[in-house]
C-alpha cells in the first residue's frame, strides 16, 4: 500500500513539474511575441520619422543654417557682403549683370575662404534621426537569425537611411556647392540685398533649392523614401496582424531558408529581394505583388 501511495505521489508530483513547465514555457513564449511586436511597431514608427524628417525643408534649414551661421561662414559673408553687395547701385551695373560678378567668382573659388566646410553639423533634427537609426539597428538586431527575413527588411531601410543622413551632412559641407549658391544669390539678388543678415537667409535658401533639385528631385531620394516606407507598411500589417501561432510558425519557415549574409549584399534590392524568401510564406497574394512592384520600382 505504501508503495502504491508513494507511486501515486510520484506521477502527481511529475505530472505538477509538467504541467507548471509548459505553463512557463507558455508565459516566456507569451513575453516573446508581445516584445516581438512591440519592436516591430516601434521600429516602424521610428523608420516613419526618420524617413519623413530627413526629406524635409526644417531638416534641410536646420543643416544649411547650422554652416551658414557657424563662426567662420559669416565672417566670409559679412567680407562678400561688403566687398560685392553693399556697393552695387544702378550706375555700377552693366548690361550683362553686375561689374563685381566676376570679382565674386574669383573670391568664392580661393580655396582659403573655404575652411567653414569643417563645421560639423549637430542639429536638433540630425540628432534625433541619428538616434532613432541607432535605436532601430538595436532593437531589431536581436531578431536577425530568428526572423531573418523580417529583421532583413528593418535592417536593410535602417541602413539606407542612415547612409542618406551621411550623404546629406556631406551635401551641406561640400565647398562647391556653396560657391555655386553664392553666385546665384548675386546674380539674382544682388541690388536687393540690404544686408549682411540677409545675404546668409538668402545663401540658406539657396542651398535648401540646390539641395531640393539634386538629391529629393533630381537622384529620387524623394520617391525612394515613400516606397521604402509603403515596404515596411505592408511586412508591419502582415506580421501584426498574426495570432502567436501564426508568428511562431513563420519563424520556423524564416529560419530554415538559406540567405545572403548582410554583410555580403552591395545594394537595398539585393536585400528586399532577400527578406522575399522567407515573407512569401507570411505576406498575402496581393502583398506578395506590390511588394515585388515596390522594389523594382527603387534603386
Known amino acids: 500500500m505504501g508503495i502504491f501511495v508513494t507511486a501515486i505521489s510520484v506521477v502527481i508530483a511529475a505530472t505538477s513539474l509538467f504541467i507548471g513547465?509548459?505553463?512557463?514555457?507558455?508565459?516566456?513564449?507569451?513575453?516573446?511575441?508581445?516584445?516581438?511586436?512591440?519592436?516591430?511597431?516601434?521600429?516602424?514608427?521610428?523608420?516613419?520619422?526618420?524617413?519623413?524628417?530627413?526629406?524635409?525643408?526644417?531638416?534641410?534649414?536646420?543643416?544649411?543654417?547650422?554652416?551658414?551661421?557657424?563662426?567662420?561662414?559669416?565672417?566670409?559673408?559679412?567680407?562678400?557682403?561688403?566687398?560685392?553687395?553693399?556697393?552695387?547701385?544702378?550706375?555700377?551695373?552693366e548690361k550683362d549683370g553686375p561689374?563685381?560678378?566676376?570679382?565674386?567668382?574669383?573670391?568664392?573659388?580661393?580655396d582659403t575662404q573655404w575652411k567653414t566646410i569643417l563645421v560639423p553639423i549637430h542639429t536638433e533634427l540630425v540628432e534625433v534621426c541619428d538616434s532613432l537609426t541607432t535605436q532601430t539597428g538595436r532593437e531589431i538586431e536581436p531578431y536577425r537569425f530568428e526572423y531573418p527575413s523580417l529583421a532583413r527588411v528593418f535592417l536593410s531601410v535602417n541602413m539606407w537611411i542612415a547612409n542618406l543622413l551621411s550623404i546629406y551632412r556631406n551635401y551641406f559641407r561640400r565647398d562647391d556647392i556653396w560657391k555655386s549658391a553664392i553666385i546665384d544669390v548675386h546674380r539674382d539678388f544682388a541690388q536687393?540685398?540690404?544686408?549682411?543678415?540677409?545675404?546668409?537667409?538668402?545663401?540658406t535658401e539657396r542651398m535648401i533649392g540646390k539641395w531640393v533639385e539634386d538629391r529629393i528631385n533630381g537622384q529620387n531620394d524623394g520617391v525612394m523614401l515613400d516606397k521604402l516606407r509603403e515596404i515596411v507598411a505592408i511586412v508591419t500589417k502582415t506580421y501584426l496582424a498574426s495570432a502567436e501561432p501564426g508568428l511562431l510558425s513563420v519563424r520556423k519557415r524564416e529560419s530554415i531558408e538559406q540567405f545572403v549574409p548582410?554583410?555580403?549584399?552591395?545594394?537595398?534590392?539585393?536585400?528586399?529581394d532577400e527578406a522575399y524568401k522567407g515573407l512569401r510564406w507570411v505576406l498575402s497574394?496581393?502583398?506578395?505583388q506590390t511588394y515585388h512592384d515596390l522594389v523594382r520600382e527603387i534603386h
Open 21 to 93: 513547465l509548459r505553463r512557463y514555457q507558455s508565459s516566456q513564449q507569451k513575453a516573446y511575441i508581445s516584445t516581438l511586436r512591440k519592436t516591430i511597431f516601434d521600429s516602424t514608427d521610428s523608420l516613419r520619422k526618420v524617413s519623413t524628417t530627413i526629406a524635409s525643408y526644417d531638416f534641410a534649414y536646420e543643416m544649411a543654417f547650422s554652416v551658414a551661421h557657424s563662426k567662420p561662414m559669416m565672417i566670409t559673408i559679412n567680407e562678400m557682403y561688403e566687398a560685392y553687395f553693399r556697393p552695387l547701385t544702378d550706375e555700377n551695373v
Open 99 to 110: 561689374p563685381l560678378h566676376q570679382e565674386l567668382s574669383s573670391y568664392v573659388n580661393t
Open 192 to 203: 536687393t540685398v540690404d544686408s549682411a543678415e540677409e545675404l546668409e537667409v538668402r545663401i
Open 262 to 272: 548582410l554583410e555580403q549584399t552591395t545594394t537595398i534590392t539585393q536585400d528586399l
Open 285 to 288: 497574394d496581393l502583398d506578395k
